[in-house]
Structure formats: structure tokens, C-alpha cells
């Protein structure tokens, strides 16, 4: 039990993450289906500040601050990546759809073009072994090696990455910011009403600047987070459909913050059994109960977008999805 | 003044944003070369070699190694049939979302729908006895399946779209990714994998090894040692005759209707509903028929773990139709040029330093131009400024646009 919650913690952390990515940007009016290929560029720079980094004279005593450096440097590729879709969206007044499209199709390209000429190979590894150098054991913790720490000790303070924390924190901080702050609430109105927030004054076309690049700098964390805690920090031009499984959860969860976390949860764990079914043993007594039951990993996999279909033919009528999001502002048309 | 307007008509300027997109594209893939080039300190004259082999990659005859190892051109039949070949599938998709996006819809399930057609037209060349039915029959009904595949897989976002007023760009990613799984699901275990060559488990068999494989109609003599076959005739047949439904039939003009407004569509008693679900349907039969026409094919292999990972081809549909603006007959030329960059990349790769991702970084900065479209025309405007042409009653509106805004989720 502890280990199918440690690995689904794992999953959910960069999930709901980049479904806040989400969020920010649907939220000030602009569909950011470039998520993946965000997440993407993200871990394609994480990877490569890490290696150089360890290269470059960091040790093994320096792994937790060289992991707050690369998620500070992933947060700044995602966001510079992302205003290639703000420029194109705000400015040009381009089809948000298409622009989306370019930089999924872009962001593995360039990796995959780079990754091949400057390393010789199709995957970027860290220097040295992810686990090793990032993991956390209640040992660092203070604790003893044998100590029993109970589900939620062991679930939080045992074999966790410094990002599982990070991520929940910045996850909390900025679902505050867009509901209870002023700046969030001017957001918000911006993918509503921009012509209502223009005529009060607020910059809609700075508005979604701001919430592009806030999707961006998370969801380039994001991806860096995931191919940190998930394949061991290597980059190859591809996070396997996540981006667009945190579309999914973003819009499973109505756009709102705490849905997402649930929702994001929930997918987490359908990701992680579909990850290790076969070897899972739930209890700890031996008996493989999901290997047993023979369900395909496929089918696991298959799961979360098949809920969100039904999901969403049920509950169409009711959705919250940013009324103004997708359509350029025109201040001529106000 | 007025033969200044036919001259520079709204057509024309289309293509002219869309030559404007792509040479702005090359140019940026020759920044790129050159850049990567300074970074790792090789010499500059790679980076050239580089980018004339992405200019003209399928005139590439190799090097002349007795002649100091200089790149050397000129008529490649290899290289022209597999260009040809490979633009097959990518003319269909391009196709699909063509005309998904004339109703207004942006078909961004080609993936998904490539796939379900890949599946179904591999599993029934496979598993029909040619000992018994006759091979061509089996081509057919292969062919056949997957387009009823593609048609049920665009059915799902039409039908969501139509009656629960659900935006088709989010149904078609859940539907991608559930063929994506549903693909490999299917295959695991089943017995089209190829078990008979080592190392090959990860791949189904040929669809050669039960006697089924597209009819050569003499490409394979025009172009030796290509894999030309007549899948190419039959994508620019299909290309026509989507050109003749679209523009000269009353079904054509209903779903152009529902494209440019769905409500005015409506209050002038179309059907704008069937409009959406059909328009989606054939949409997802022709990026199916072009998985067929791929894989039918005789000696393709299909890596069927498919479940992390989306065909290239069915995202390129996007690209095609977006350089052909939607028209059916601009896809094949288009097609063709993305098939052409796409061995320039093979080659760039087999005689440079450099990869063929490059290409694919050149194709995804010209989608990313591409949406500039409006923008370029507006430019072009703006230099002959006597002809205020994007008021002109008589051209066409951009397609999307007006849909555009009433696509969104109430």
C-alpha cells in the first residue's frame, strides 16, 4: 500500500502541476494545448543543467540546492517557450489551436535535433543516477534506518524527491493567488469579460502575457519534475502524452483548482497501476491481486481519457470553461 | 484597378502566406544549421552542405568520394518514388483535417483516427486465407475496414460536438490517446505480431507475407527501387474528388454553410448537425484510408506499441492542410513538399553531420507561421494600398474564423 501511494504521489505531483498550467492560461484567455511540448523543452533543459552541473564540479552533498537551481532554470525555459504561444496569440491574433499544435511539434524536433548533434545519442541521462543523488530516505529525515514511521510518515518523509514538496507548495501558493488575491481575480476576468476587465483599466493583453508565461514556468517544471522522478531524469523528446493527460485532468476537474487535485490524484493512481501491475502486491502479503485479476495495462492507461469522455457528455451543460478563452481580444472591438 | 484585383486575387495571396510561411521556415532551419555549427566548432562549409541537401534533398545522388568527397545531384528515381510513396498518407490526413476544418471543425484526432485505420487494415490483410479469397479482394476489403475504422473514430468528437455542443479539439485528444492504448491493446498477444524474424516482436508481420500488397501499375519501373505503388493515384483520385464534393455539390456548400455559421446554416434549414457528425465521419475515413494506402503498401512494418506515442503522420495532416489553406488539391501539392523535406532529412542524416529532425523543426516552424496567415495577407494589403481588398464582397472569408467563435463550450 505505502508503495503504490509513494509512486502515484510521484505521478500526481507533475500532474496537477501542469494542470495548473492549464488553468493560468485558460484562465486569462488563452487555450494552451502546448502543454506537452512545454513539458517537453522542460525536461530536455533540466536534463542537460543537471548533467553539466554535475560535470561541472557540483557533488553529491550540493543535490538538493543543484534540484531548487534546475527547477528555477526549467521555470524559466517553459515560460521563454511559452511566449513563442503568447506572442502568436495576443499579438498576431493567431488561431490559438494551430500555435498550440506548432510548439508540440516544435519542442520534440528541436530536442530530439540537438540531443542527437551536440551528445551523439537519442537520449539525454543525467551524469550520475537520479534516485541516488535526488531521493530523500527518512535517514535524511533524522530518523533511524529501522524506524517505523507509519503510512503517512513513510509516505512523506521515505524515499519522496525534494520536487514532491516544492511542487505541492507552489501548487497551493499559486491556487491561492488566483482566487483570493486581486491580481487573480483580474485574471480570471480577463478569459471571462476581457472587454469588461479593459474597461476598468486592467492591460488584458499584459493579463494573458502573465498567465501564458505562469503556465509555462510550470509546466516546463513540471516536465523537468517528471522525467526527474519518473525515468530518471533523460530526456528524449517525448513525456509520453502526459501533457495531454493533464489537459485531461484540468478539464475533468472544471478548471478549479481542488477538483484538479482530486481528479489528479485519482489519474495518478490508474497511471501508476498501469505502470506496475504486474508486480504490484497492494498488501504486502504476497498476493499479486492486480496481476491476478488480468487486466491489461492498457486498459489502465486507457482509463482516465475514457472518464473524462463520459465525464464530459454528462456534465457538458454545467461546464466552467473560461468563456472568453481561445478568442484573440480585439480592443477595436470592444 | 480592377485587373490589379484578379491579379492579386484573395487565392493568390493565399499562396503567396503560404510560400512566405515555408521560405521563412527553410530560412530559419539554415539559421539553425549554421548555429549549431558555430556552437560545436564545425566548420561552416558542413552547415552549407547541410542546407543544400534540406533544399534539394531528393536530387541528392550521394557523394563523389574520388572527387574530394563533394555532395553530388541529379535525377534520383529512388528518392522521387519514395517521396511519392511517403506523401500518400500525408496528402489523406492533410485531407481529413482539410475538410473537417471547411466545416469549421479542427480535426486535430488524425492521429488517432491513422491509427484505428492502421489496426483494422493490417489485422484484415492479415487475417483474410488469400488462398481462399482472392488477394486483391482482400486488399479492397482491408482498405475498406479501415475507412469504416477512421469514419467511427471521427464520429466520437462529431457526435460530441453536434449534440452536446462539446469543443471537438478536447474530444479528439481523449480519443487519440484512448486508440493509442486500444491499438496496442489489440495487437498484444495476437497473431499478427511477427514471431518469424528475430528481434522483430515489437513489429506485425508484412502484410506481403499473406500475399497482400498495393498494385504497382508500373511506378516501380518510372522510379527503380522506390516503393511507388498506385496508393498514390488513388490519394490524388480521392484528393479530386474531395475537391468536387467541397466546391460543386449542394453537401459540399451545406458544410461549407456550417462552417462560415452554424446558425445561419440552421435558420436556413440545414441540417447543421449531420453537417458536423458526417463532416467528421469522412474526415476520419480519409486519415484512415491513408493508413491503409500506407501499410497496404506489401513490406511496411508497424511497430504497434503505440501506447506512449502518437503517429507523426496524422499531427503532419495539420501542417498540409494549413499550407494548402484547405484545399483539397493544394494537400497534394503540399503533401508532396512535406514528404520531399522529410527525405531531405533522411539524407541529411545518412551523408552529414546533422539529423533529420531538422526537418521537422522546419515543418513545425512553418505551422507555427502559418497561423499567421491573416497577418501576411494583411501585410500584402497594406503595400498596395489603393486595393482595400479584404472588404471586397466577393472574397471568400477566412474559413475559420467566424466558427471560430461560436466553437466555444457554453
Same mark, same amino acid.
Given at each position: 500500500?505505502?508503495?503504490?501511494?509513494?509512486?502515484?504521489?510521484?505521478?500526481?505531483?507533475?500532474?496537477?502541476?501542469?494542470?495548473?498550467?492549464?488553468?493560468?492560461?485558460?484562465?486569462?484567455?488563452?487555450?494552451?494545448?502546448?502543454?506537452?511540448?512545454?513539458?517537453?523543452?522542460?525536461?530536455?533543459?533540466?536534463?542537460?543543467?543537471?548533467?553539466?552541473?554535475?560535470?561541472?564540479?557540483?557533488?553529491?552533498?550540493?543535490?538538493?540546492?543543484?534540484?531548487?537551481?534546475?527547477? %528555477?532554470?526549467?521555470?524559466?525555459?517553459?515560460?521563454?517557450?511559452?511566449?513563442?504561444?503568447?506572442?502568436?496569440?495576443?499579438?498576431?491574433?493567431? *488561431?490559438?489551436?494551430?500555435?498550440?499544435?506548432?510548439?508540440?511539434?516544435?519542442?520534440?524536433?528541436?530536442?530530439?535535433?540537438?540531443?542527437?548533434?551536440?551528445?551523439?545519442?537519442?537520449? +539525454?541521462? %543525467?551524469?550520475? $543516477?537520479?534516485?541516488?543523488?535526488?531521493?530523500?530516505?527518512?535517514?535524511?529525515?533524522?530518523?533511524?534506518?529501522?524506524?517505523?514511521?507509519?503510512?503517512?510518515?513513510?509516505?512523506?518523509?521515505?524515499?519522496?524527491?525534494?520536487?514532491?514538496?516544492?511542487?505541492?507548495?507552489?501548487?497551493?501558493?499559486?491556487?491561492?493567488?488566483?482566487?483570493?488575491? &486581486?491580481?487573480?481575480? &483580474?485574471? /480570471?476576468?480577463?478569459?471571462?469579460?476581457?472587454?469588461?476587465? $479593459?474597461?476598468?483599466?486592467?492591460?488584458?493583453?499584459?493579463? /494573458?502575457?502573465?498567465?501564458?508565461?505562469?503556465?509555462?514556468?510550470?509546466?516546463?517544471?513540471?516536465?523537468?519534475?517528471?522525467?526527474?522522478?519518473?525515468?530518471?531524469?533523460?530526456?528524449?523528446?517525448?513525456?509520453?502524452?502526459?501533457?495531454?493527460?493533464?489537459?485531461?485532468?484540468?478539464?475533468?476537474?472544471?478548471?478549479?483548482?481542488?477538483?484538479?487535485?482530486?481528479?489528479?490524484?485519482?489519474?495518478?493512481?490508474?497511471?501508476?497501476?498501469?505502470?506496475?501491475?504486474?508486480?504490484?502486491?497492494?498488501?504486502? $502479503?504476497?498476493?499479486?491481486?492486480?496481476?491476478?485479476?488480468?487486466?491489461?495495462?492498457?486498459?489502465?492507461?486507457?482509463?482516465?481519457?475514457?472518464?473524462? +469522455?463520459?465525464?464530459?457528455?454528462?456534465?457538458?451543460?454545467?461546464?466552467?470553461?473560461?468563456?472568453?478563452?481561445?478568442?484573440?481580444?480585439?480592443?477595436?472591438?470592444? | 484597378?480592377?485587373?490589379?484585383?484578379?491579379?492579386?486575387?484573395?487565392?493568390?495571396?493565399?499562396?503567396?502566406?503560404?510560400?512566405?510561411?515555408?521560405?521563412?521556415?527553410?530560412?530559419?532551419?539554415?539559421?539553425?544549421?549554421?548555429?549549431?555549427?558555430?556552437?560545436?566548432?564545425?566548420?561552416?562549409?558542413?552547415?552549407?552542405?547541410?542546407? &543544400?541537401?534540406?533544399?534539394?534533398?531528393?536530387?541528392?545522388?550521394?557523394?563523389?568520394?574520388?572527387?574530394?568527397?563533394?555532395?553530388?545531384?541529379?535525377?534520383?528515381?529512388? +528518392?522521387?518514388? *519514395?517521396?511519392?510513396? /511517403?506523401?500518400?498518407?500525408?496528402?489523406?490526413?492533410?485531407?481529413?483535417?482539410?475538410?473537417?476544418?471547411?466545416?469549421?471543425?479542427?480535426?486535430?484526432?488524425?492521429?488517432?483516427?491513422?491509427?484505428?485505420?492502421?489496426?483494422?487494415?493490417?489485422?484484415?490483410?492479415?487475417?483474410? *486465407?488469400?488462398?481462399?479469397?482472392?488477394?486483391?479482394?482482400?486488399?479492397?476489403?482491408?482498405?475498406?475496414?479501415?475507412?469504416?475504422?477512421?469514419?467511427?473514430?471521427?464520429?466520437?468528437?462529431?457526435?460530441?460536438?453536434?449534440?452536446?455542443?462539446?469543443?471537438?479539439?478536447?474530444?479528439?485528444?481523449?480519443?487519440?490517446?484512448?486508440?493509442?492504448?486500444?491499438?496496442?491493446?489489440?495487437?498484444?498477444?495476437?497473431?499478427?505480431?511477427?514471431?518469424?524474424?528475430?528481434?522483430?516482436?515489437?513489429?506485425?508481420?508484412?502484410?506481403?507475407?499473406?500475399?497482400?500488397?498495393?498494385?504497382?501499375?508500373?511506378?516501380?519501373?518510372?522510379?527503380?527501387?522506390?516503393?511507388?505503388?498506385?496508393?498514390?493515384?488513388?490519394?490524388?483520385? +480521392?484528393?479530386?474528388?474531395?475537391?468536387?464534393?467541397?466546391?460543386?455539390?449542394?453537401?459540399?456548400?451545406?458544410? &461549407?454553410?456550417?462552417?462560415?455559421?452554424?446558425?445561419?446554416?440552421?435558420?436556413?434549414?440545414?441540417?447543421?448537425?449531420?453537417?458536423?457528425?458526417?463532416?467528421?465521419?469522412?474526415?476520419?475515413?480519409?486519415?484512415?484510408?491513408?493508413?491503409?494506402?500506407?501499410?497496404?503498401?506489401? *513490406?511496411?512494418?508497424?511497430?504497434?506499441?503505440?501506447?506512449?506515442?502518437?503517429?507523426?503522420?496524422?499531427?503532419?495532416?495539420?501542417?498540409?492542410?494549413?499550407?494548402?489553406?484547405?484545399?483539397?488539391?493544394?494537400?497534394?501539392?503540399?503533401?508532396?513538399?512535406?514528404?520531399?523535406?522529410?527525405?531531405?532529412?533522411?539524407?541529411?542524416?545518412?551523408?552529414?553531420?546533422?539529423?533529420?529532425?531538422?526537418?521537422?523543426?522546419?515543418?513545425?516552424?512553418?505551422?507555427?507561421?502559418?497561423?499567421?496567415? %491573416?497577418?501576411?495577407?494583411?501585410?500584402?494589403?497594406?503595400?498596395?494600398?489603393?486595393?482595400?481588398?479584404?472588404?471586397?464582397?466577393?472574397?471568400?472569408?477566412?474559413?475559420?474564423?467566424?466558427?471560430?467563435?461560436?466553437?466555444?463550450?457554453?
Amino acid at each position: 500500500m505505502t508503495f503504490l501511494l509513494q509512486q502515484t504521489l510521484i505521478y500526481t505531483v507533475p500532474l496537477i502541476l501542469v494542470a495548473l498550467a492549464g488553468v493560468f492560461a485558460e484562465r486569462s484567455g488563452i487555450i494552451n494545448l502546448a502543454l506537452e511540448g512545454i513539458m517537453v523543452i522542460g525536461a530536455f533543459v533540466g536534463a542537460w543543467f543537471v548533467r553539466s552541473q554535475q560535470e561541472g564540479g557540483w557533488n553529491e552533498e550540493q543535490a538538493q540546492l543543484l534540484l531548487l537551481a534546475a527547477l %528555477l532554470v526549467t521555470a524559466a525555459a517553459g515560460a521563454l517557450f511559452s511566449l513563442l504561444l503568447s506572442f502568436s496569440a495576443v499579438k498576431m491574433k493567431a *488561431d490559438q489551436t494551430i500555435g498550440g499544435t506548432a510548439l508540440n511539434l516544435l519542442a520534440p524536433a528541436l530536442v530530439l535535433f540537438l540531443v542527437n548533434i551536440v551528445f551523439q545519442q537519442n537520449t +539525454l541521462n %543525467l551524469r550520475y $543516477d537520479a534516485p541516488s543523488w535526488f531521493m530523500l530516505f527518512q535517514t535524511d529525515f533524522g530518523f533511524e534506518r529501522k524506524a517505523k514511521l507509519g503510512l503517512v510518515g513513510d509516505l512523506l518523509l521515505n524515499k519522496t524527491y525534494l520536487t514532491t514538496y516544492i511542487g505541492i507548495l507552489i501548487y497551493v501558493v499559486l491556487s491561492v493567488v488566483l482566487y483570493k488575491t &486581486r491580481f487573480g481575480l &483580474r485574471l /480570471r476576468s480577463c478569459g471571462e469579460h476581457p472587454q469588461a476587465a $479593459d474597461s476598468v483599466g486592467i492591460n488584458v493583453y499584459r493579463m /494573458r502575457y502573465l498567465g501564458t508565461s505562469i503556465s509555462g514556468a510550470l509546466a516546463g517544471m513540471g516536465g523537468f519534475i517528471y522525467a526527474l522522478t519518473t525515468s530518471n531524469g533523460a530526456a528524449n523528446g517525448d513525456v509520453a502524452g502526459f501533457g495531454f493527460l493533464a489537459l485531461a485532468v484540468m478539464i475533468f476537474g472544471n478548471w478549479k483548482p481542488l477538483n484538479i487535485a482530486v481528479v489528479g490524484f485519482l489519474f495518478g493512481l490508474l497511471k501508476c497501476i498501469s505502470a506496475c501491475s504486474g508486480t504490484l502486491d497492494i498488501n504486502g $502479503d504476497g498476493v499479486y491481486t492486480l496481476a491476478q485479476i488480468g487486466v491489461s495495462t492498457y486498459v489502465y492507461n486507457m482509463l482516465p481519457y475514457v472518464i473524462t +469522455l463520459v465525464v464530459l457528455a454528462f456534465t457538458s451543460k454545467k461546464s466552467r470553461a473560461p468563456k472568453a478563452e481561445g478568442i484573440p481580444y480585439d480592443k477595436g472591438q470592444r | 484597378m480592377k485587373k490589379q484585383r484578379t491579379l492579386w486575387n484573395d487565392g493568390s495571396k493565399t499562396v503567396a502566406a503560404s510560400l512566405l510561411s515555408i521560405l521563412m521556415g527553410v530560412i530559419f532551419g539554415g539559421i539553425l544549421l549554421v548555429l549549431v555549427a558555430l556552437f560545436l566548432k564545425m566548420p561552416l562549409a558542413s552547415a552549407w552542405e547541410g542546407f &543544400r541537401i534540406v533544399l534539394a534533398g531528393i536530387f541528392n545522388t550521394g557523394r563523389n568520394y574520388d572527387a574530394g568527397s563533394v555532395l553530388t545531384f541529379g535525377f534520383n528515381p529512388r +528518392l522521387m518514388g *519514395d517521396m511519392l510513396f /511517403r506523401s500518400t498518407p500525408l496528402i489523406m490526413t492533410g485531407l481529413s483535417v482539410a475538410l473537417a476544418y471547411k466545416t469549421g471543425l479542427f480535426n486535430i484526432g488524425a492521429p488517432g483516427q491513422y491509427l484505428m485505420g492502421t489496426a483494422a487494415s493490417i489485422m484484415v490483410a492479415l487475417a483474410i *486465407d488469400t488462398s481462399v479469397v482472392p488477394a486483391a479482394l482482400v486488399w479492397l476489403l482491408a482498405f475498406l475496414a479501415a475507412v469504416a475504422a477512421g469514419a467511427l473514430w471521427g464520429c466520437i468528437p462529431g457526435l460530441f460536438k453536434a449534440y452536446l455542443n462539446v469543443n471537438e479539439v478536447i474530444t479528439s485528444i481523449m480519443t487519440n490517446w484512448i486508440a493509442a492504448n486500444l491499438v496496442t491493446l489489440a495487437f498484444d498477444g495476437s497473431p499478427f505480431i511477427n514471431l518469424v524474424d528475430y528481434g522483430k516482436t515489437g513489429f506485425t508481420l508484412k502484410t506481403s507475407t499473406n500475399g497482400v500488397a498495393t498494385a504497382k501499375l508500373g511506378m516501380d519501373a518510372l522510379f527503380g527501387g522506390s516503393s511507388a505503388n498506385a496508393g498514390f493515384l488513388v490519394a490524388l483520385v +480521392l484528393a479530386i474528388v474531395s475537391y468536387v464534393v467541397i466546391s460543386k455539390t449542394t453537401f459540399g456548400y451545406e458544410l &461549407r454553410c456550417c462552417g462560415s455559421s452554424k446558425s445561419a446554416a440552421k435558420y436556413a434549414g440545414m441540417n447543421e448537425k449531420r453537417s458536423i457528425v458526417l463532416s467528421m465521419a469522412i474526415a476520419g475515413g480519409l486519415a484512415a484510408a491513408g493508413a491503409a494506402l500506407y501499410y497496404l503498401q506489401g *513490406d511496411v512494418e508497424f511497430s504497434w506499441h503505440t501506447s506512449m506515442s502518437l503517429p507523426a503522420t496524422g499531427f503532419n495532416g495539420i501542417p498540409v492542410a494549413l499550407l494548402a489553406s484547405c484545399n483539397p488539391i493544394g494537400c497534394v501539392f503540399s503533401g508532396m513538399f512535406m514528404a520531399y523535406l522529410n527525405i531531405s532529412g533522411n539524407q541529411l542524416s545518412t551523408f552529414t553531420a546533422y539529423n533529420e529532425y531538422i526537418a521537422d523543426v522546419i515543418v513545425a516552424v512553418i505551422v507555427y507561421l502559418s497561423a499567421f496567415t %491573416l497577418f501576411f495577407k494583411g501585410l500584402m494589403d497594406g503595400r498596395r494600398k489603393a486595393a482595400p481588398i479584404h472588404h471586397q464582397p466577393g472574397a471568400a472569408p477566412p474559413p475559420a474564423e467566424p466558427a471560430r467563435e461560436e466553437e466555444k463550450q457554453s
